[in-house]
């Protein structure tokens, strides 16, 4: 069987991951997979691993590995026919080593984004919390101000996304990303991006995974972009 391609995307909260992610599975045709969305599936679905990770995420924490690594892997595992692109995880080492023992990462990127343009992002980022979708006042705003596009129902703002909160969640991130970081450099497979700007950062992004995925010949051909 052809190789399928397995990528994950790193980086800050407000990086823009999930901005990224989402123009890479319609460029690409890579099924985009969130650690936010399995916890928030999980969550409404009432399962055990969603009702004990409910309980961290209500207080702002990261949910323990070992409920992570349950919850995604058999997952992953049964996407033996799919090319994925995986977005919020792994966060920490133990994640990366979990997933290295079930899969051969591809491509991993790394978005390195200035702490000032971070701050102000998600000071502005509204979220719809039923479906995790994330709008910008001035980047992508609703079409209705304050209102989801899909359901009309409110967006709310995490207090998370607030200075103070913000200052102890991005630095908890360069401590708990750096080995992994450093892993996936050792293994030649990581690519670093770094600006201020999606737009300007999104071209080299593109341009990377046309040569690594233009090549492959199982990807579906609707969804590689014209040259
Ligand atoms: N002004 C501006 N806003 C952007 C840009 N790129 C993304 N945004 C907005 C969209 C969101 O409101 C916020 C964060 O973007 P994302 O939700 O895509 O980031 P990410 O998935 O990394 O955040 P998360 O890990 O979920 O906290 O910033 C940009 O280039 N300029
Ligand atoms: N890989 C992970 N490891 C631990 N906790 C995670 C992971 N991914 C997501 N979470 C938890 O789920 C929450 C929601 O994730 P996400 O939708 O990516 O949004 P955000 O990081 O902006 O809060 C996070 O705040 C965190 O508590």
């Given at each position: 069987?052809?190789?399928?391609?397995?990528?994950?995307?790193?980086?800050?909260?407000?990086?823009?991951?999930?901005?990224?992610?989402?123009?890479?599975?319609?460029?690409?045709?890579?099924?985009?997979?969130?650690?936010?969305?399995?916890?928030?599936?999980?969550?409404?679905?009432?399962?055990?691993?969603?009702?004990?990770?409910?309980?961290?995420?209500?207080?702002?924490?990261?949910?323990?590995?070992?409920?992570?690594?349950?919850?995604?892997?058999?997952?992953?595992?049964?996407?033996?026919?799919?090319?994925?692109?995986?977005?919020?995880?792994p966060?920490?080492?133990?994640?990366a080593k979990a997933l290295n023992s079930t899969c051969d990462l591809?491509?991993?990127?790394?978005?390195?984004?200035?702490?000032?343009?971070?701050?102000?992002?998600?000071?502005?980022?509204?979220?719809?919390?039923?479906?995790?979708?994330?709008?910008?006042?001035?980047?992508?705003?609703?079409?209705?101000?304050?209102?989801?596009?899909?359901?009309?129902?409110?967006?709310?703002?995490?207090?998370?996304?607030?200075?103070?909160?913000?200052?102890?969640?991005?630095?908890?991130?360069?401590?708990?990303?750096?080995?992994?970081?450093?892993l996936?450099?050792?293994k030649?497979?990581?690519?670093?991006?770094?600006?201020?700007?999606?737009?300007?950062?999104?071209?080299?992004?593109?341009?990377?995974?046309?040569?690594?995925?233009?090549?492959?010949?199982?990807?579906?051909?609707?969804?590689?972009?014209?040259?």
């Amino acid at each position: 069987m052809a190789k399928l391609f397995r990528a994950v995307i790193m980086g800050p909260p407000g990086s823009g991951k999930g901005t990224i992610s989402e123009r890479i599975a319609q460029s690409f045709g890579l099924k985009h997979l969130s650690s936010g969305d399995f916890l928030r599936e999980n969550i409404a679905a009432n399962t055990e691993a969603g009702v004990l990770a409910k309980t961290y995420i209500e207080r702002g924490l990261m949910v323990p590995d070992h409920v992570m690594t349950r919850l995604l892997l058999p997952r992953l595992e049964e996407m033996t026919r799919h090319s994925w692109l995986m977005d919020g995880f792994p966060c920490t080492l133990a994640q990366a080593k979990a997933l290295n023992s079930t899969c051969d990462l591809d491509l991993v990127i790394s978005l390195n984004i200035p702490y000032e343009t971070l701050k102000d992002r998600l000071s502005d980022r509204w979220i719809h919390p039923a479906s995790g979708r994330v709008y910008n006042m001035g980047f992508n705003p609703p079409r209705v101000q304050g209102r989801d596009d899909l359901s009309g129902e409110p967006l709310i703002q995490h207090d998370n996304d607030q200075p103070e909160a913000l200052v102890a969640r991005l630095r908890h991130y360069k401590d708990v990303a750096k080995p992994v970081i450093d892993l996936y450099k050792s293994k030649g497979i990581l690519h670093t991006f770094s600006g201020t700007e999606t737009d300007r950062i999104w071209p080299y992004i593109n341009s990377l995974l046309s040569t690594k995925i233009l090549s492959r010949p199982e990807m579906d051909t609707q969804h590689i972009p014209m040259p």
